[in-house]
């Protein structure tokens, strides 16, 4: 049991690349909807958004033929932005709703409207390569009501800089020889070491709870 379980993590490249090719054009859809479900929607932040920009665009360069990064680039920047355009959509409605306003206070919502007019713009393009946070600064925004023109061109500046870095780096890394030849321990290596803080954030949460007790 345990064997086989290595030896498939050891060779996931040999059993992802059947599924892609079997998928076809479905795959970059699928890719799509994961972006922008973490970009649009703040339930799913913890969806691995940019993990799945850099290792996509790593597996385009070592399959070749199985996943185009011509396509792959368009597919993440549409994504992206369509999904920050949702969220702040949302964020620009939550007034209506009554529980935001018995959350957010007239007080704290003329704050976060001062901040958004001063800094709103470097929040919105730099917030976007910070996990989790990126998700919920468009909802934010929104709630804030920054203004619609300025929230529009600093995310467009914010999604090119990480689609451009975050494909371009993937598929840099995808060109040599020892990635190639090691893929699906890299990458099974990388997606461990990115629930390593969750875990500890989780434990610590645990035996805060047994203290407590």
């Not at 969806?47 to 993440?76: H, R």
């Not at 209506?96 to 959350?103: D, E, H, I």
């Not at 203004?147 to 890394?173: A, E």
């Not at 030849?181 to 803080?197: A, K, R």
Request: with cysteine; glycine share 8%; aromatic share 18%.
């Amino acid at each position: 049991m345990i064997s086989s379980l290595l030896y498939f993590l050891a060779h996931l490249q040999l059993y992802l690349i059947p599924v892609i090719e079997t998928l076809g054009g479905w795959i970059y859809i699928a890719i799509f909807v994961l972006i922008f479900m973490e970009t649009g929607l703040v339930v799913f932040a913890f969806l691995p958004g940019e993990s799945l920009v850099f290792f996509a665009s790593t597996l385009a360069a070592v399959t070749g033929s199985s996943l185009d990064i011509k396509i792959l680039i368009p597919v993440f920047f549409f994504a992206a932005l369509i999904g920050d355009t949702v969220n702040y959509e949302i964020g620009r409605n939550l007034h209506k709703l009554p529980f935001f306003k018995k959350l957010l206070s007239e007080d704290k919502l003329t704050k976060a409207q001062a901040y958004f007019d001063k800094h709103g713009g470097k929040t919105v393009m730099f917030g976007r390569f910070v996990p989790l946070i990126r998700t919920f600064i468009p909802l934010i925004s929104g709630s804030a009501r920054m203004n619609y023109k300025r929230f529009c061109f600093y995310n467009l500046l914010g999604v090119l800089l990480w689609v451009f870095l975050g494909s371009s780096l993937g598929y840099f890394f995808g060109q040599f020889d020892f990635v190639q030849n090691n893929f699906s321990i890299i990458l099974v290596t990388f997606g461990l070491i990115s629930v390593v803080p969750g875990l500890i954030i989780s434990c610590y949460r645990f035996m805060k709870k047994r203290t407590a007790v």
